[in-house]
């Protein structure tokens, strides 16, 4: 589904922040990506929808065994594989003066043309299928209202949504709990989690414990690198070393 090939990026000032990242994802996965703070999780994961291009190394999305590299890509050639990515950013970001089924349909914007987005908008079958991914997340009751008025949890929803209307076959989440309480943190993973019946899951953590229950898989960056791939499951010292500086360890 998904091969992510000695990714390398340097920061502005020079200093390496990725050295040659490699590890491959496929559907049914629910990926945890733990790491220290600045140690570049959401570079990475950037990296890997083509907002943010590598200094070197590969992203290809394999689908249907039509392979197609990510990195390198521009213009309508970047979004039309972009549009198989749905991506999940910290906060939400919805658009606070449309209503919840408006923030839903600009998750389809890609698919359109501006003419169409402009003159004529969403079909009624569009309509119908974004409102079946606010079903899917338990909020279709809340079409009609401004994002505004919505409370964080049902914000993320929202986003889940947006997400799941373009149809991803991968799906990128960027500290998607990071500003909920632990109840509507449980609420959004519950919806995430089953979501890996149809699509790869990539979602970067800060909680190792949230990796514990709710993923299939973990990796762990340290000084760049991957030094951790295998089960969600961690242990003291795995984490010690994340985290701290205890020894070094090998993945599970």
């Not at 392979?67 to 039309?80: A, D, V």
């Not at 993973?189 to 979602?203: F, N």
Request: aromatic residues 4%.
């Amino acid at each position: 589904m998904l091969a992510v090939k000695g990714i390398t990026k340097k920061l502005p000032d020079g200093r390496l922040l990725l050295r040659e990242i490699s590890f491959e994802a496929k559907k049914g996965e629910f990926i945890g990506i733990l790491g220290e703070s600045g140690v570049g999780k959401t570079v990475l994961l950037r990296c890997i929808n083509g907002l943010t291009t590598p200094d070197s190394g590969e992203v290809i999305l394999n689908e249907d065994g039509n392979p197609q590299k990510i990195n390198g890509k521009k213009g309508q050639e970047l979004r039309r594989i972009r549009r198989r990515i749905g991506m999940i950013f910290q906060g939400s970001i919805l658009v606070k003066r449309l209503s919840v089924l408006e923030n839903v349909l600009t998750g389809g914007l890609g698919r359109i043309s501006t003419m169409r987005s402009l003159l004529y908008g969403f079909t009624d079958k569009e309509v119908q299928a974004a409102l079946s991914a606010l079903e899917k997340v338990g909020v279709k009751h809340l079409a009609g209202r401004r994002a505004e008025t919505l409370s964080g949890g049902e914000m993320q929803r929202v986003a889940i949504a947006r997400a799941l209307f373009q149809e991803p076959c991968l799906l990128l989440a960027d500290e998607p709990v990071a500003n909920l309480d632990p109840k509507n943190t449980e609420v959004v993973l519950d919806y995430l989690k089953p979501l890996t019946k149809e699509m790869a899951i990539i979602a970067v953590f800060h909680a190792p414990e949230l990796v514990s229950r709710y993923c299939t898989r973990a990796i762990a960056i340290k000084d760049g690198t991957v030094v951790y791939d295998g089960s969600p499951h961690l242990s003291s010292s795995v984490l010690e070393y994340i985290y701290g500086t205890g020894p070094a360890v090998k993945s599970a």
